[in-house]
């Protein structure tokens, strides 16, 4: 294994870093501000001008839709670095560059298996960052983490999908530039365990398709929203079908796949900031005579923390080198195990960059507390830690 970026990669990463420091990061307070007058409003999930600006600027610099290996020629191992430093501002940095979850496993998702037609309609415009997407995948009811356990039906009437049954946490809802929704559900309860789901497309504006509620994680509300829906008898178009029937659950493992090393890439870019902050926090803050940086034990707080980003960050390019090499089957238990150490990893890190940082620290004065927010729900986002432990050791056990 060699991990030493290619000469494309290194290119695109210190291009994106030099995007991060000159446009994104100076664009934070602004963005915030512009969000701040508008909470608790109607306007809350407006878009702030400076992300189209930021957009455009992406664009011209050939930063754009980099994590599709199809469209930008990256390989996974290649787009790993460039994850990373847009995890540095999590919240602008993704979407300045067309690199945002859900959309990055949706456009994955279309790339796929879309039909020509659906790929015109829907996947054009994603690419172009003219709309945006979110999968329905997650129910209230149940164990969502199994992807057999979801209720909401598909059935089939003549030449029509009728869908009903509750969804939530279904991020990027409340925005209103998301138009469409991939919806799993089942459409034959009695064929076998993993052939009984199928995907659909519903568009945002069809008839009986509710948007009830927008959740906050943390007492937070990202400007994309993350939503309660319910589906009473929404009728699509056969059309609409994604894939094949009985193909839900494969498409939801494929989709899976490289989206996890994004996640975890992004969660070592935040941890890198916070060490970043830390550090600059223990230099320049003086307690007991003398800067924080001084004493044994913040230095062992930042000593730990850059060993175990390290460590990540190892695991990470090593699961995206299989993936090009052996595909997302191939480095199933990589995968399930950067998704269990790296968001660990992060709120640890976090942590301590918190505690640092003293009252500061959990303030809107730093962007540590939000960090920290984000890093624990990817604990249970895309599967909480104790499958993705549970798949490591089904394989371990395996092997004996």
């Known amino acids: 294994m060699d991990f030493e970026p290619s000469a494309v990669a290194a290119d695109y990463t210190k291009r994106m870093r030099e995007f991060l420091e000159e446009k994104v990061l100076p664009a934070e307070a602004g963005y915030e ?58 919240v602008i940095a993704p979407e300045a560059i067309n690199c945002q979850a859900p959309d990055t496993g949706n456009m994955e998702t279309l790339h796929l298996f879309g039909t020509p037609q659906q790929k015109a309609r829907w996947l054009e415009p994603l690419l172009a960052g003219q709309i945006r997407s979110a999968f329905a995948m997650t129910e209230p009811d149940v164990a969502s983490s199994d992807a057999t356990n979801v209720r909401t039906t598909i059935r089939r009437e003549g030449d029509e999908y009728v869908i009903s049954g509750t969804k939530w946490w279904i991020s990027g809802a409340a925005d209103s530039r998301c138009t469409i929704f991939i919806v799993m559900g089942k459409t034959d309860p009695d064929a076998p365990t993993h052939r009984q789901q199928s995907m659909v497309l519903v568009p945002r504006d069809t008839p009986g398709l509710e948007i009830k509620r927008h959740l906050p994680t943390f007492g937070y509300q990202d400007q994309h929203g ?55 926090r223990a230099r320049e803050r003086v307690a007991f005579g003398r800067p924080l940086a001084d004493q044994g034990v913040v230095r062992e707080q930042i000593a730990q923390s850059r060993i175990e980003v390290e460590q990540a960050r190892l695991l990470v390019l090593k699961t995206a ?80």
């Open 226 to 280: 993350h939503s309660e829906l319910e589906f009473h008898d929404v009728r699509v178009p056969v059309e609409n079908l994604l894939g094949e029937e009985g193909g839900g659950f494969a498409i939801a493992q494929a989709r899976l796949g490289p989206g996890r090393i994004h996640h975890c890439m992004r969660l070592i870019g935040m941890a890198e900031r916070a060490i970043d902050l830390m550090v600059r």
């Open 33 to 90: 501000a512009w969000r701040a007058q508008r909470r608790g409003t109607p306007q809350e999930w407006d878009l702030p001008p400076v992300v189209e600006e930021l957009k455009a600027e992406a664009r011209s610099r050939g930063l754009w839709n980099l994590f599709l290996p199809a469209v930008s020629g990256l390989s996974n191992l290649d787009y790993a670095p460039v994850a990373e430093v847009s995890g540095w501002s999590p």
């Open 321 to 400: 080198w299989l993936i090009d090499k052996a595909g997302a089957k191939g480095a199933a238990t990589e995968i399930a195990a950067i998704k269990a150490v790296c968001p660990r990893m992060a709120c640890d890190v976090l942590d301590r960059a918190i505690q640092i940082h003293g009252g500061g620290g959990m303030s809107d004065d730093f962007p540590l507390a939000y960090f920290y927010t984000w890093a624990r729900a990817l604990r249970l986002a895309d599967g909480p830690d104790e499958v993705h432990l549970r798949s490591v050791a089904r394989q371990e056990i395996g092997r004996h």
